[in-house]
């Protein structure tokens, strides 16, 4: 039994050699697709969805499937950089008391239990009073 599974797998190795496999751009379009299964109505645009994501996946053109990928990353920088940015204050955020600058709006953390706190913005250097 291990020997057909390692078989197994050394085959599918073999086969996806050369091809693009899973990438963000791959997986986000296959959640999306997941999420879509949902709606009811939506099941044909459901099914085109994964089917691009497995044309993505089984794809041999794999330096035009990287552009693609490039600019979907590029795109979609400023959201995945939010998106981490608010889970990291959510684990956080029984040490840390975050808030934003009144007058530029630079998000600033300090450390709970220090009482009152007065300080300067480190970016514009605005004075502000936070009890932590
Ligand atoms: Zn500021």
Redesign the pocket.
């Known amino acids: 039994m291990k020997n057909f599974l390692s078989n197994l797998s050394a085959g599918f190795q073999k086969w996806m050699t050369g091809r693009n496999g899973a990438d963000p751009l791959g997986l986000c379009v296959l959640a999306v697709s997941l999420l879509l299964s949902f709606v009811p109505g939506a099941s044909l645009l459901s099914l085109a969805g994964l089917g691009y994501c497995v044309f993505r996946m089984l794809s041999r053109n794999v330096e035009r499937r990287q552009q693609e990928n490039a600019v979907f990353m590029s795109r979609t920088e400023g959201i995945r950089k939010k998106t981490r940015q608010f889970i990291i204050r959510q684990k956080n955020r029984k040490e840390y008391k975050y808030f934003r ?1 009144a ?2 709006k ?1 998000l600033i953390r300090l450390r709970r239990g220090q009482g009152h706190v007065h300080g300067k ?1 480190p ?2 250097a ?1 004075e502000y009073d936070q009890n932590t």
Do not use: D, I, L, S
Request: hydrophobic share 0%; glycine share 0%; aromatic share 0%.
């Open positions: 600058c007058q530029c630079t913005c970016r514009c605005r």
